[in-house]
Nanobody, 113 residues
């Protein structure tokens, strides 16, 4: 069993930045590919990006150049750095162990002036 806990959400103005950590329990973290997802108001949950065990990343086109996923295996933590935030980035953000049913509880990010 893996538990994932997101933090770092909140209210930010357009153009601002936030960093979301997601910390995992257990000692197998470094072997797992991790993903970030989001669900905006009235929208379906969508994939945001992925980082594999080697640190390679991939992103949905809408966040490329603005969002960066990284990981610190010593801290069992994956990060989502969000820069140049837009109103349409408003959503609940979730981390997930890829190819599993292990999801975090979600954290609200609101981009508003």
């Amino acid at each position: 069993q893996v538990q994932l806990v997101e933090s770092g959400g909140g209210l930010v103005q357009p153009g601002g930045s936030l960093r979301l950590p997601c910390t995992a329990s257990g000692n197998m973290f470094r072997f797992n590919a991790m993903g970030w997802y989001r669900q905006g108001p009235g929208k379906q949950r969508e994939w945001v990006g992925t980082i594999n065990s080697a640190g390679s990343t991939d992103y949905v086109d809408s966040v490329k150049g603005r969002f960066t996923i990284s990981r610190d295996n010593a801290k069992n933590t994956v990060y989502l750095q969000m820069n140049s935030l837009k109103i349409e980035d408003t959503a609940v953000y979730y981390c997930r162990v890829l190819l599993s049913n292990f999801w975090g509880q979600g954290i609200q990010v609101t981009v508003s002036s």
